[in-house]
């Protein structure tokens, strides 16, 4: 097992595989998992989705990424249900995601990356 993960939460299915596969080329070594849309495919989030990619992440510890604010909703509620640590953050997804996950392929740090996020909080 690793110590760091990423994982992508959208409301759409296609949107964490997109995002998921442009983060591949420049972080091949860090686990990614996702979750999108809601159980039959349809727009929305599935605490059951997140759930699993959060457990089928081979990191300690992950490094979340979302799209709308009721997916943090279904994040926290999922994060109460697992033993592994959560940090979740509300940033402009795309970029932060990926700027972490090219950070974590370097070994830089978290609190390193946290802060290199900071630009991209929305408020």
Known sequence: MTK???????HVSEVV???????E???KDVP????GGTEDNDV????????AAIE?????ELLVFYDLGSSKMNLELAEELSDKKLHIFNTAFIESA???AALLQVNVPIEQIKKELE???IK
Request: aromatic residues 8%.
């Open 56 to 60: 089928n992440n081979e990191g300690e």
């Open 17 to 23: 595989f997109g995002v998921n596969r442009l983060i």
């Open 44 to 51: 929305g989030t599935s605490i059951e989705k997140i759930s």
């Open 32 to 35: 990614i998992t996702t979750a």
């Open 119 to 121: 630009p991209l909080i």
């Open 25 to 27: 080329q420049v972080a």
């Open 98 to 100: 990926y700027s972490a």
């Open 4 to 10: 760091y993960g990423i994982l992508l939460v959208s």
